[in-house]
């Protein structure tokens, strides 16, 4: 395992490979990226990959890394969402310095270049309809036709896109076109609009502007604005490079930015698109943009990933330009690889059962210790308290046992983790049959580090002591998708619910230890799995536990 990891570290991706070229040559000095999100939603894993991508390349060459909201539609942006994206990239360590950038800061700047081109004969005012703009376009099979608008002199040009910006045309009346070849096999290329008429208020310039450009001729002139020397985006933008190598080229900038694509971020049977994720949200089929099945990076904080487990998966998952799809359960490796050293482990019961032990004291209790974690002793011991009445999980008992099954059942003995041997002589069971109580002897001899050698036992289950045990809820998760059948229903578009995605426990017993845990502090609850604070549910005087994930893994990377 350690020898993949370096090996995933030591050879560069072809993006590094680019950059390293483009210093050699002399064609950049000082690299510079960004990460430039529409504040249309929350951010998720996808958007974590090309955060930690972004940064890291702007730390691996010590470079400066931009957040910059591309904010240039004015119609789906929010500043709630703002809010929550600045929190994420932060959380996640993307050092983006002190400075936090706006697209919709450069609309001069874009009005101006806009003058620019039609100065220079390469943008002309369109007023054919959206319709006839499409019918214009022509198809992937036949070139386009010009507008009829298209020669228009600069003059007039000049004249009535002025007018355009004072706001003396309806909405939707005409369009600034770049002018470049409608017979481009690439329809991208056939005269795109730039610019278009739409009185709608901006979360950050309010009602200055009725024209704001479109994505295509922004984002290039945002990039070398701020003299982002690689411009890393996703693969669907591939066909819309040379539009943007034609913007930066025409505007003239000295040192025009280089766009590079890589691979989305895909995981199997996760819903990972903004769109998606909405959705869920709005039908109310999650509780929010941040519950903790979603893998939003606010869910997945709250879930208790961490920031390193995070980046570890990033890397692991490998930067291509290749499409791939990774396994959630790579996720689940990187986290429990991050805590397995970090949390502290402690006994907790998610589903109790009462077991007594008939041969203790009854106004007797006693303290055990026990290491927090024995695979880092660095993090001490904690006291534990014993007494005659214990919780135990319901399925470490049951009255007649299959074969190979060494819990507690009638006549058997059991360690008792870091206390006593103890033998089950009885139980009870409600008018359903269902067991509520286990009696039990314990052996005084066998107590856990004592030396005993003894007779041996084959079963350790985990317990806690009644009086002192903390009464939380534990919430156990699986897959929002169900997994069967995949994300989408390919009839109608829907997605295909798990509708056991959540169980809420809440008799969950856990022991003192945890008693003051802070929200998104995490434990090894041992045999369960690992559970952090919830930070929404969690009050005063209740303890809300979710399971980040179980303690098993079926899955090794690159296996
Ligand atoms: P979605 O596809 O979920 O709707 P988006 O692409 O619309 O997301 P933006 O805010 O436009 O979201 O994206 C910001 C940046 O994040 C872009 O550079 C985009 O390429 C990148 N990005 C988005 N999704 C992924 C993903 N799944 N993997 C890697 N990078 C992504
Ligand atoms: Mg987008």
Not at 175 to 200: C, F, G, Q, W
Request: net charge negative.
């Amino acid at each position: 395992m350690a020898e993949e990891i370096k090996n995933v570290n030591e050879s560069k991706n072809f993006i590094e490979e680019i950059i390293d070229e483009d210093i050699k040559e002399g064609k950049c000095q000082k690299v510079v990226t960004r990460f430039p999100p529409e504040p249309n939603g929350y951010l998720h894993i996808g958007h974590a990959k090309s955060i930690i991508l972004n940064s890291g390349l702007a730390e691996e060459y010590n470079g400066t890394f931009n957040l910059r909201f591309d904010d240039t539609n004015p119609m789906k942006e929010k500043t709630e969402f703002v809010k929550s994206i600045v929190e994420d990239v932060k959380w996640l360590g993307a050092d983006f310095g002190d400075k936090i950038y706006f697209a919709s800061d450069y609309f001069d700047i874009m009005y101006e270049a806009a003058v620019k081109l039609i100065k220079k004969g390469k943008a002309f005012v369109c007023d054919l309809t959206a319709d006839e703009i499409r019918e214009y376009r022509g198809t992937l099979t036949e070139p386009g036709k010009n507008s009829p608008y298209r020669d228009r002199s600069i003059e007039e040009n000049l004249d009535l896109f002025e007018r355009m910006k004072n706001g003396e045309f309806p909405d939707g009346s005409k369009v600034l076109r770049a002018k470049i070849d409608m017979a481009s096999p690439n329809i991208n290329m056939r005269d795109p609009i730039i610019y278009r008429i739409a009185r709608m208020e901006h979360h950050n310039t309010g009602n200055k502007w009725c024209i704001y450009p479109m994505y295509d001729f922004a984002h290039p002139i945002e990039d070398a604005t701020e003299g982002v020397t690689h411009s890393i985006c996703t693969l669907e933008f591939e066909d819309h490079r040379p539009l943007y190598n034609w913007v930066v080229n025409e505007l003239e900038y000295a040192n025009p930015p280089k766009q590079i694509e890589f691979a989305k971020l895909y995981l199997k049977n996760v819903v990972t698109g903004k769109r998606y994720i909405k959705k869920l949200v709005e039908d109310k089929v999650v509780d929010g943009w941040d519950d903790p099945r979603l893998v939003t990076i606010s869910a997945l904080r709250r879930r208790g990933f961490t920031p390193e487990s995070l980046r570890q998966f990033v890397k692991l998952s490998g930067i291509s330009k290749a499409n791939s799809v990774s396994d959630y359960a790579l996720l689940e490796y990187c986290i429990r690889e991050d805590l397995k050293l970090k949390a502290k482990r402690v006994m907790a019961v998610v589903d109790p059962i009462e077991l007594i032990i008939t041969n203790y004291p009854d106004d007797q209790t006693e303290k055990l210790t026990a290491s927090n974690n024995p695979e880092n002793e660095a993090m001490g011991e904690r006291e534990m308290t014993f007494g005659k009445k214990l919780y135990i999980e319901r399925d470490d008992f049951m009255i007649e046992p299959p074969k190979k099954y060494f819990r507690l059942y009638p006549g058997n003995e059991v360690r008792l983790m870091n206390a006593y041997f103890v033998k089950c002589t009885d139980y009870e069971t409600d008018e359903n049959g269902n067991v509520t109580k286990v009696y039990a002897t314990y052996d005084p001899e066998t107590k856990s580090g004592s030396g005993f050698t003894g007779r041996k036992v084959k079963g350790t289950i985990h317990w806690v002591h009644q009086d002192t045990a903390v009464k939380t809820t534990a919430r156990l998760y699986e897959n929002l998708i169900d997994e069967e059948k995949g994300v989408y229903n390919e009839e109608d578009g829907s997605m295909n619910l798990n509708p056991n995605s959540i169980t809420v426990k809440d008799n969950c017993y856990v022991e003192a230890a945890i008693k003051d845990a802070k929200p998104y502090e995490s434990f090894q609850f041992l045999r369960n799995g690992f559970f952090t604070v919830d930070y929404k549910d969690t009050t005063a005087d209740h303890l809300v536990f979710n399971r980040i994930c179980s303690l098993k893994s079926s899955y090794k990377p690159g296996v």
